[in-house]
């Protein structure tokens, strides 16, 4: 039971322009959403993060949205450059009920072509 | 190096075999978790400590895995009479308190052949 969801396996973007990459989850208990940037042969490494409470979240040139009523996230990514090329990973957690487990989507690999 | 780190990088084992893993977390972090990743999914939870106390255990989890964290430092996992089914990444990652974020270690690649 995949309860966040990464739909688009891939994205393909010209550097400076903007990647969106999206995630949906159907747990409405969940309450802090995150991404990760993984590349091959390591592990995932922490971006971003957003609590329930907000909307938005901004950190350089990555923003996250938040859309509690539809159950969907977004993570943008402005301007894009070459090495921001990796597999993204949505992740959520249920922090009053699962003790920070975190459930991931399947990822999305993004490629920022020059 | 102040991050997660787990030995070894890469494990090639024959079918039956035991296999063991350690992960060294975050030295302030009091949460310790494994996770499993695939090929073309993500990680998947696999068990979490709060300090020493293992807390909870996912039904991935068979007999065959065992974990532990003495003295609420380091952390190993140990996969008995290992099957190619078991070939994965298997992750680590810590975490401080409750606030979310936690971080991965650069994961060990197993392979059952």
């Known amino acids: 039971d995949q309860q966040v969801k990464q739909n688009s396996p891939s994205l393909s973007v010209q550097e400076g322009r903007i990647s969106i990459l999206n995630c949906d989850y159907t747990?409405?208990?969940?309450?802090?959403f995150l991404w990760y940037k993984k590349y091959p042969a390591e592990g995932p490494t922490f971006l971003i993060s957003i609590s329930s409470i907000k909307d938005k979240n901004e950190d350089g040139r990555f923003t996250v949205f938040l859309n509690k009523s539809a159950k969907h996230l977004s993570l943008h990514i402005v301007p894009s450059q070459p090495g921001d090329s990796a597999v993204y990973f949505c992740?959520?957690?249920?922090?009053?009920?699962?003790?920070?487990?975190?459930?991931f989507g399947r990822g999305t690999q993004l490629t920022v072509w020059p | 190096d102040t991050g997660v780190s787990q030995n070894p990088r890469h494990k090639i084992t024959k079918r039956g075999q035991n296999v063991t893993f350690r992960c060294d977390p975050i030295?302030?972090?009091?949460?310790l978790y494994w996770y499993r990743q695939t090929l073309g999914q993500g990680p998947e939870f696999l068990t979490y400590f709060q300090n020493e106390a293992q807390l909870e255990k996912s039904r991935l989890l068979s007999d065959r895995f065992s974990a532990e964290r003495p003295k609420g430092s380091f952390s190993t996992l140990e996969i008995q009479r290992t099957e190619q089914g078991d070939s994965a990444m298997y992750l680590c990652?810590?975490?401080?308190?409750?606030?979310?974020?936690?971080?991965f270690g650069q994961g060990t690649r197993l392979t059952v052949v």
């Open positions: 990652a810590s975490s401080l308190g409750s606030t979310g974020e936690a971080f």
């Open positions: 030295s302030e972090h009091n949460r």
């Open positions: 747990n409405s208990m969940f309450d802090y």
């Open positions: 992740a959520a957690s249920d922090r009053g009920s699962t003790l920070g487990r975190l459930y």
